[in-house]
RNA sequence: GCCGGGGUGGCGGAAUCGGUAUACGCGCAGGACUUAAAAUCCUGUGGUCGAAUAGACCUUAUGGGUUCGAGUCCCAUCCCCGGCACCA
């Protein structure tokens, strides 16, 4: 009797782990471009000590895809690194009282860890960590190169200030409790008033509040239209497409120039909305709007300075709150409808926003909800100027006669009898002619808001002159905007991007946020007190650091580069690259500079040959913040002409969440789970099987620590199959049509990310095998095959164990689907359930035999009963169609 | 409110083109092995009625429709999840 060999899980992962890593298996050669896959995981930012489970599930569905992809033919990268700079990194040093830099060199050692006992083939020869400052130096590059192309700029701005993280926020960071899934908390302690409706802190969960802070800012909404048309080119999920529509929010609309009565000032409103015009009543501007007090007659001044006041003590968000009681003052005067001479009450009201459009809004009050609530209120006429699929033509006197949507106008002169998409083009073209407004479209999206008031990222590498400042010198003085033009829109003068990189971080101890309004470094001359670039003067540093989304704007195209030394020329052209569109000289002289080349953060041969990423795998929750800004940067450095394409992620795939027992991790629940445990306790290829087995890669998936039992159970079967099944020369026809079955589903499911349907079927063959008692090696081979991107120590080990292979199991070739199997002959079944006729059924054997068996309809049994008769039904049998495959 | 995606056993979840609904796993029940337990293996397991491994009826959120045939297609209703939201 043949001795038992058991499953000793623990041994056979540490085996393999370690000869992967010292075969460098998983670093590819990536001078060979042929056959590229560049599988890039989203990199964790580590604020924690360690991988959570979310991380094994999502990074698990990333490597099952690329050991797929390696087998059947792609030469795959799968590098791995640390979004380490950061808030929450910083964060994290915070609580538990350490340095950043003392965290991170325990808790990155820690993630490293991890990821490799998951048994990820990632490349451990190519790793990035943002806040190394071979990594920084080049985000520090990447801020000079959005300065010099004047996309870059200073700004006044009303922010997002969390108080309990002490800085500012962008809008895509301030969220509801529901987005954030965090319980919203006030900084003090006291009751949040509309939890609902509270704006939080994307990480703390603290009510933010507004500040004005002169920030550093990127020219986004430059590219908004980009942003916006390349999403039709691109692979990702709709739901993320849509997203980023939503957030880009391009409206096409128009905007209106009104006269003031008795002034010679005019009033300009935005609107999408212009056919409506006939029916404008008033018109209301935001209480911060800059007219707010000339437009106001002198015995109306006290009452709306009384409401100024008052509307300045209300968060943006609590005023825009739905179904809050409208609140307004009337400023004495009136604007002139042009359009019939009506004279509009203008008012001030807080639902009014002044960064929507020109701040102010004209009043439609029958054809718009909140304009028609504001206009009862304030006894306001309303004119019915659309009449709405219901034909109602009466006057509109409730807020269900209130038609928004569709119609046909009325009571409008010219537009009168048109559809009121029809009406808007031809009032736009009206008001332009006429001169009385010009089209304009406005954009939800804003410009990214760059400075961090904070210690831990990059320093923005700036010099702030005052002496050049007063002389009205700036970098601009000398140099042309390579991409835009904007300069003059605000005050350059006194800055000049620093040429020598990196602006070290230096180590303080004293870094924690003050909330002050400037970032830690700012009490540290020894680090801002520069010279001047350009007059040799005294000068001062930027002290901000840069928003973590810069970092991770671009890592993707370092990872190939890593390790080459990239800072000599390359003789490489991009001038094939370049954009066809004519060039400032500026530009030109600057991609000159780029062919001859100095130093880049990456080899251009390199990015040539594995760029774009191939796959991204990540989570949704990107959808706007990081998946945003990196195209956005993509797209401005391929216009500098770095690169040579301007989707760095043409394919995108989100990943789900993962729950455990039916609700959320959270710590509070004490529902954590450390993967360790449960590698130590099952093994990591259980953990792995199980993690992909849970549902579908995209949907929520519910761990269940019975679950993962089973698996354990599964491999030990599995083993057993492989090493004590006695073996046979000839393999079944259940087990053959099964295995034939299960490796074209594989070749299927896998590429969809069918992951859980995958494994079914893997157990469904192993059953079957076990079943027939005896197995053959062929089938073993096929097996090892199919197992392995799941369970790929396992598969492994009986690959080169038991099965004597010279090579890895992740060099092999995926099996094909062997035709050689199938029979070549055809019948005509009739199909019988239960006893009657449901059916006739053509068999044909001489293709694919499982998939192409055809239901032909028979319209009814009596049909049959004919087809029968008349012989056209060669055979009549009874069929259970779950082996209908075997019968044949 | 608008725009997406869903609702299938005790649970996670399967089901190509409309063709025996509940694959695979968990759980549960019974059995084998064992002094016993664990582990392992075998059998059963949608519901109701039934002594039944006889049989019948019902069953994919609810109600209707199309079809020989509907989890799947169409209409209506209810519920859940995600995104957006006084955006002019």
Not at 1 to 28: A, C, D, F, H
Not at 142 to 155: I, N, P, T
Not at 521 to 549: I, Q
């Amino acid at each position: 009797m043949e001795k038992k060999r058991t499953y000793n899980n623990k041994q056979v992962e540490k085996k393999w782990q370690e000869r992967w890593l010292k075969g460098k298996i998983y670093s590819p050669n990536l001078s060979v471009p042929d056959k590229k896959f560049y599988n890039l995981y989203m990199f964790p930012y580590p604020s924690a000590e360690g991988l959570h489970a979310g991380h094994a599930f999502s990074s698990t569905g990333s490597d099952v895809y690329g050991r797929f992809q390696r087998m059947v033919g792609w030469n795959v990268f799968q590098p791995i690194g640390y979004d380490s700079f950061g808030i929450h990194s910083e964060n994290y040093a915070i609580k538990v009282g350490e340095t950043p830099q003392t965290m991170l060199k325990r808790t990155t050692n820690h993630y490293e860890r991890q990821f490799k006992s998951l048994g990820h083939g990632y490349d451990w020869t190519r790793t990035v960590t943002t806040s190394d400052v071979d990594y920084y130096r080049w985000t520090q590059w990447l801020f000079v190169e959005m300065f010099k192309s004047d996309l870059a700029y200073r700004k006044k701005v009303e922010v997002n200030f969390c108080p309990s993280c002490k800085t500012v926020l962008a809008d895509e960071q301030v969220m509801t409790p529901a987005q954030a899934m965090k319980e919203p908390k006030n900084f003090d302690g006291s009751p949040v008033a509309e939890p609902d409706n509270a704006r939080i802190c994307e990480r703390c969960g603290t009510v933010v509040e507004k500040r004005d802070l002169e920030q550093w800012l990127f020219r986004i909404t430059d590219y908004a239209d980009r942003l916006l048309a390349n999403l039709a080119k691109i692979d990702w999920p709709a739901k993320i497409k849509l997203a980023q529509k939503n957030w880009i929010g391009r409206k096409e609309g128009i905007e209106i120039k009104y006269p003031i009565l008795n002034s010679q000032f005019s009033i300009a409103v935005w609107t999408s909305r212009p056919d409506t015009n006939f029916g404008a009543t008033f018109i209301v501007i935001s209480p911060e709007h800059p007219d707010a007090l000339k437009l106001t007659n002198s015995d109306h001044r006290k009452e709306i300075e009384d409401y100024i006041k008052v509307s300045k003590n209300i968060s943006k968000y609590q005023r825009i709150a739905e179904g809050r009681e409208k609140t307004g003052a009337f400023t004495g005067s009136y604007a002139v409808n042009q359009l019939n001479g009506y004279k509009m009450p203008i008012f001030i009201a807080d639902f009014v926003l002044m960064d929507v459009g020109t701040g102010a809004v004209v009043g439609v009050p029958g054809h718009d909800i909140r304009d028609f609530q504001f206009a009862r209120k304030f006894k306001i006429e309303i004119k019915r100027v659309v009449i709405g699929t219901d034909g109602d033509e009466s006057e509109i006197a409730e807020e269900a006669q209130v038609q928004e949507e569709e119609g046909k106008m009325v009571n409008s002169e010219f537009l009168n009898g048109l559809d009121i998409h029809r009406a808007t083009v031809k009032m736009m073209d009206y008001l332009e002619d006429r001169g009385w407004g010009k089209r304009t479209t406005s954009y939800h999206l804003r410009d990214w808001l760059i400075s961090r008031q904070r210690y831990w990222g990059p320093p923005i590498p700036m010099i702030y002159c005052e002496f050049c400042a007063k002389r009205e010198i700036s970098y601009f003085t000398k140099h042309k905007p390579l991409i835009t033009n904007h300069h003059d829109d605000w005050s350059s003068f006194g800055w000049f991007p620093e040429e020598n990189l990196p602006v070290e971080l230096p180590v303080i101890q004293d870094y924690k946020p003050e909330g002050t309004g400037r970032g830690p470094l700012a009490n540290h001359p020894e680090f801002y007190r520069t010279k001047c670039p350009h007059c040799g003067g005294e000068a001062r540093r930027e002290t901000d650091v840069s928003d973590t989304f810069l970092d991770s704007s671009w890592y993707f195209l370092r990872y190939p580069s890593v390790g080459l030394d990239v800072s000599h020329s390359e003789s490489s052209d991009l001038r094939t690259s370049w954009p066809d569109r004519s060039l400032s000289s500026a530009l030109q002289r600057h991609q000159t500079q780029i062919t001859n080349h100095q130093s880049l953060p990456w080899s251009q041969e390199v990015t040539r040959n594995w760029l774009p990423v191939d796959l991204y795998f990540g989570g949704a929750e990107h959808s706007v913040l990081h998946l945003m800004y990196a195209r956005f940067v993509t797209m401005v450095l391929k216009d500098l002409g770095y690169l040579s394409f301007e989707e760095p992620f043409p394919t995108f795939y989100a990943h789900g969440l993962l729950i455990k027992d039916g609700a959320k991790m959270s710590k509070s629940r004490g529902n954590v789970i450390n993967p360790d445990h449960y590698i130590e306790k099952f093994g990591a290829d259980a953990l792995r099987l199980y993690l992909m087995f849970l549902g579908p890669m995209d949907a929520k998936s519910d761990f269940r620590d019975s679950g993962i039992e089973g698996m354990r159970k599964f491999l030990n079967r599995l083993w057993e199959t492989f090493v004590n099944l006695p073996r046979t020369k000839h393999e079944s026809v259940e087990v053959l049509s099964k295995l034939h079955k299960t490796v074209k589903k594989l070749t299927k499911d896998i590429s969809e990310f069918k992951y859980n349907t995958s494994i079914a079927a893997i157990m469904e063959l192993v059953n079957s095998i076990r079943n027939a008692g005896r197995v053959s090696g062929a089938t073993l081979n096929v097996l090892a095959l199919l197992v392995a991107p799941f369970a790929p120590h396992l598969a492994e080990e009986v690959w080169v164990e038991v099965l004597n292979k010279k090579y890895s199991v992740h060099k092999a070739t995926w099996p094909s689907y062997d035709e050689k199997y199938l029979s070549t002959d055809s019948v005509l079944v009739a199909v019988q359930v239960n006893g009657k006729l449901r059916g006739q059924v053509a068999v044909k054997l001489d293709k694919a035999a499982d998939e192409s068996y055809v239901v032909a309809l028979a319209k009814s049994d009596q049909k049959i009963s004919n087809w029968l008769a008349k012989g056209k039904i060669k055979k009549q049998i009874y069929v259970p169609s779950k082996i209908l495959n075997f019968v044949i």
